[in-house]
């Protein structure tokens, strides 16, 4: 009997004693072995052993769109120090810009400004142009976050800038007066952190914060967590 005509349980027990590079070693030995191989269940084992997959403790996966075969790809090459060197975009001046890809789209900021380049189909690479830019800061962008609808930035000028992704709209929060150091968003919550040693907790329906927290000290990182649950005492919030 072939290899490929076991029954799916016992190939699954057989595959979860194997290690990352003899899954990826299998997977090369036919077109059947490849797709079975490359399913997100013969994975899951491993990735939880690896940092940045996406599989959180408790089992949720809250990258469930890339593949897990990709995502430990990349944390063992993180691990090893693998890398490929290359300058998609330069400038003359001198920038520490934020970035996110998001599909086939990086956003990177670049001074008070967030530009959108889209990846060449034929070959991965970045369009010399972007193709939309979200402007509104009157300082540098110091962080920003993506959901599905919205692009979130804090700025030097302390301000928070809630950017539509579908239609030409912006909403302004007003709050904090020194700039905005981190940012995190999830299900329609911002959290935002500032350099005057306050957080703050809004709404994207509202431009007034709904909760200060005085943290005594500039605030440099924030977190909601993945888990979060909305309503109530249920939200939680790390910094």
Not at 135 to 146: P, T
Request: glycine fraction near 8%; proline fraction near 4%; aromatic fraction near 8%.
């Amino acid at each position: 009997m072939l290899l490929s005509q076991l029954p799916e349980d016992v190939l699954y027990h057989i595959l979860s004693h194997l290690d990352y590079k003899s899954l990826s070693r299998l997977s090369q030995v036919c077109k059947t072995i490849y797709h079975f191989v490359n399913r997100d269940v013969v994975w899951r084992k491993i990735a939880k052993e690896f940092l940045n997959t996406g599989i959180t403790r408790n089992g949720t996966d809250i990258y469930p769109s890339i593949p897990l075969k990709e995502r430990v790809k990349i944390a063992q090459n993180w691990y090893d120090g693998v890398c490929k060197r290359a300058i998609p975009l330069k400038w003359k001046t001198k920038l520490l810009p934020w970035l996110q890809l998001d599909g086939n789209v990086l956003f990177l900021s670049h001074a008070a400004d967030i530009r959108a380049y889209r990846l060449r189909p034929d070959s991965g690479r970045l369009q010399r142009n972007p193709f939309e830019i979200y402007s509104g800061h009157k300082g540098d962008v110091c962080r920003f976050v993506l959901t599905d609808s919205h692009l979130i930035s804090g700025g030097s000028d302390g301000r928070i800038l809630v950017h539509s992704r579908r239609r030409d709209k912006t909403l302004e929060l007003s709050g904090h007066n020194q700039e905005v150091n981190c940012l995190d968003s999830k299900n329609g919550l911002i959290v935002s952190g500032s350099r005057d040693q306050t957080t703050r907790i809004w709404s994207l329906t509202s431009s007034c914060p709904r909760d200060t927290i005085p943290m005594y000290d500039r605030v440099w990182s924030v977190a909601i967590s993945p888990t979060l649950r909305t309503g109530g005492h249920n939200t939680g919030v790390g910094v």
